[in-house]
């Protein structure tokens, strides 16, 4: 019996609670899940692939769903996605969606995909209404003008984001 191995790519930078959402959602839909961390310097990211590589891990840890440790691997990635997907031996692609602009971006994305390897599906998964809103982008800049992220993100992002924004200080945070 084979079983289903589904990818979903993203930076993380950070994890948030609708990435949270989705893993959640697709472990319901594959055997195993890779969690490829992308390698991506030219978005400036706020934390080094390693460190979002240690955060989603983390998150992974203490995702309360039955064998999340077993059946979630976390690996950094720099290829194209579906060098990616065809190393992990992964026959399905893992994406969120969140809005209609989203579904654009991902529906050309998908058919770029389909064209280099056709054995590969993209499944999209909805992202539920507590979550539509989240983008990492936001979660940034909400939490670098001293606002309050915890609504967005776990309280251990929340507390990296923290020691990242506040220079490793102690807790500096303004009220809005």
Do not use: C, W
């Not at 590589?53 to 691997?73: C, F, K, S, T, Y």
């Not at 209609?100 to 909805?126: C, H, K, W």
């Not at 507590?130 to 670098?144: C, D, H, L, P």
Request: charged share 30%; aromatic share 8%; hydrophobic share 40%.
């Amino acid at each position: 019996m084979s079983r289903r191995i589904g990818i979903y790519p993203g930076t993380f930078d950070p994890i948030t609670n609708g990435h949270t959402d989705i893993i959640r959602r697709a472990l319901h839909v594959v055997d195993r899940l890779v969690i490829g961390v992308a390698r991506n310097d030219g978005k400036g990211p706020l934390f080094s692939t390693d460190e979002r590589v240690d955060i989603v891990r983390d998150e992974i840890a203490h995702l309360g769903e039955p064998n999340a440790v077993e059946r979630v691997e976390v690996r950094p990635f720099s290829s194209l996605l579906m060098s990616f997907a065809e190393e992990s031996g992964a026959s399905v692609i893992v994406r969120g969606l969140r809005a209609v602009s989203d579904f654009e971006y991902e529906f050309q994305m998908a058919g770029m995909n389909a064209r280099l390897n056709p054995r590969i599906e993209t499944v999209f998964l909805m992202a539920s209404d507590r979550f539509q809103f989240i983008s990492s982008r936001f979660v940034k800049e909400i939490g670098a003008l001293g606002g309050d992220v915890s609504h967005f993100v776990s309280p251990r992002v929340t507390a990296r984001l923290l020691d990242r924004f506040n220079g490793g200080q102690p807790e500096r945070r303004r009220r809005r």
